[in-house]
Every structure is written in C-alpha cells, then in structure tokens.
C-alpha cells in the first residue's frame, strides 16, 4: 500500500497507512503549501472542498475500485465523484463506503457500492484525518468511523488522506482527543485497560463518548454507539504526544483483546 497526504497538492508518500512514515521534507512542504491557501483567504469549508475535489480530479481514473471516507472533508471527495460520474467524466467506477453516512450520501449521486465481501482489493481509498503530525502518524475516529474506516482503507493500494491547514500539529494529543473503539462487553473494564497502558498511564483522561458517535462532544445521555454497535473512548491527553511516542502508544492499544 501507498499512503499519500494531500492538501492542494501531493505532500508525501511512502509503503505504510497506518504506521508512522519518516520523511525529510514533507513537514516544509506542507506548510509553504498552507502559506498559499491561507494567503486565498478561504473558509475552512471552502478549503475542505478543494482538497477533496482535487483527490477525485488526481487520483481516480475510470475502471477503478474506491474506498470513501467518512467526515466534513471525505463529503467533498464523494461528492466530486458523483459529479464526475454522472457527467461521463468517470465510468465503471464502484465504490466501498466506510459508514452508512457515506454510503447514504454515495447512493443519493448514484455512486454503485459494492462491498469488501465482493471487491477486497481496492485501487485508491480516500479520507480525511483529525490531526497529523509531523512523522504523518494520525489520528482518526472522531466521526465515528473508524473500524469500517481501517478495514476499507487498508485493503487500497493507495490511501489518499486529504486534511486542510487546521488538522497539522507539531504533537497528536491535546489539540483532539485520541479516539479508541471499544466492544461494548465490560467496556468500563476496557477503559481501565486502556488507561494504565505504560504509554497511556497518567497522561490522559479516559471519556466514554456519549449521545452521537459521529462527534465526540457529550450530546445526548445515552452512551454513543458506532454502526458496528461498538462504544468509544476518547482519550484526552494533557501533554502532547511525540511524534516518536505515537507508534509506541497506538501498538499497546492495538494490543488490547477489547480493542476492535
């Protein structure tokens, strides 16, 4: 697999989608590529629609299998890629969303699905991400997604992830709460787990997300449950995380037999 970052332009690439990734440069790139879209003066939203225009426009051919994101940035790819079906642009394109968010919004532009279970290679999966930091280690999960999310993206040969400005940070952490999918089975027990990890311990705060899984604000008083019928927990870190710490704290809990 083939992981790209992009924003109005192609950022960076390397072999791994979900394990850090050492560059030299990206990090300069990528802030020279924001000078220019701060300096357009575009909302965030305007922003978000650039990006995810331009990876349907870069990275989509006719013929091809796709893997759709979930979140505010991901809604532009699917959209882009309604557009250029139905004008003829792309043909013989199907397509895996990763939530019943896309594949609601996917159905409504006459986008054909398929699923994992008829198609488990796919060609190119695009989405967005909650914050990046400088070794491209993310975080992902807020929009409640996450285990459809990692099952589509890392079956593609290439993982498009398409951010704008606001989502690059020096250190994952206190900017946005890390999210973890849990099973619902003693899950108080899971998040007790996950708190005492040695990478973990006393560094966080441990939220069971409530109302909405699609957000990790507390909106509603019954606990979130994810489209899978999952919970999450929201770990919300008083320090930042280093970019060296991410991959070390993202194997422990990967470890965890409660963690999906």
């Given at each position: 697999?083939?992981f790209?970052?992009?924003?109005?332009?192609?950022?960076?690439?390397?072999?791994?989608?979900?394990s850090?990734?050492?560059?030299?440069?990206?990090?300069?790139?990528?802030?020279?590529?924001?000078?220019?879209?701060?300096?357009?003066?575009?909302?965030?939203?305007?922003?978000?629609?650039?990006?995810?225009?331009?990876?349907?426009?870069?990275?989509?051919?006719?013929?091809?299998?796709?893997?759709?994101?979930?979140?505010?940035?991901?809604?532009?790819?699917?959209?882009?890629?309604?557009?250029?079906?139905a004008?003829?642009?792309l043909?013989?394109?199907?397509?895996?969303?990763?939530?019943?968010?896309?594949?609601?919004?996917?159905?409504?532009?006459?986008?054909?699905?398929?699923?994992?279970?008829?198609?488990?290679?796919?060609?190119?999966?695009?989405?967005?991400?909650?914050?990046v930091?400088?070794?491209?280690?993310?975080?992902?999960?807020?929009?409640?997604?996450?285990?459809?999310?990692?099952?589509?993206?890392?079956?593609?040969?290439?993982?498009?992830?398409?951010?704008?400005?606001?989502?690059?940070?020096?250190?994952?952490?206190?900017?946005?709460?890390?999210?973890?999918?849990?099973?619902?089975?003693?899950?108080?027990?899971?998040?007790?787990?996950?708190?005492?990890?040695?990478?973990v311990?006393?560094?966080?705060?441990?939220?069971?997300?409530?109302?909405?899984?699609?957000?990790?604000?507390?909106?509603?008083?019954?606990?979130?449950?994810?489209?899978?019928?999952?919970?999450?927990?929201?770990?919300?870190?008083?320090?930042?995380?280093?970019?060296?710490?991410?991959?070390?704290?993202?194997?422990?809990?990967?470890?965890?037999?409660?963690?999906?």
């Open positions: 697999m083939r790209f970052l992009a924003s109005l332009a192609l950022l960076a690439s390397s072999t791994s989608a979900f850090p990734i050492a560059l030299t440069s990206s990090r300069a790139f990528a802030t020279n590529t924001f000078l220019k879209m701060s300096e357009t003066k575009l909302s965030q939203d305007e922003l978000k629609k650039l990006v995810g225009y331009k990876s349907i426009d870069d990275y989509v051919e006719s013929g091809m299998v796709v893997g759709l994101g979930t979140g505010s940035t991901a809604y532009f790819a699917v959209e882009r890629l309604g557009q250029k079906l004008s003829g642009e043909e013989d394109i199907v397509a895996i969303p990763t939530s019943v968010r896309t594949k609601e919004q996917a159905e409504s532009l006459g986008i054909p699905l398929v699923t994992l279970d008829t198609h488990s290679k796919l060609d190119v999966a695009i989405d967005g991400a909650d914050e930091d400088p070794d491209l280690n993310l975080v992902k999960g807020g929009g409640g997604a996450l285990l459809r999310e990692k099952m589509v993206e890392v079956c593609a040969d290439k993982f498009i992830v398409i951010v704008d400005e606001s989502k690059l940070t020096d250190a994952l952490g206190p900017g946005f709460p890390v999210p973890v999918e849990i099973t619902p089975f003693c899950h108080e027990h899971t998040m007790r787990l996950v708190e005492n990890l040695p990478s311990q006393g560094k966080c705060e441990a939220v069971l997300r409530m109302g909405s899984s699609s957000n990790n604000q507390i909106d509603g008083g019954e606990i979130a449950v994810t489209d899978n019928g999952n919970y999450f927990v929201d770990l919300h870190f008083k320090e930042p995380i280093t970019p060296a710490d991410a991959p070390v704290m993202a194997s422990e809990i990967k470890k965890l037999v409660n963690i999906i």
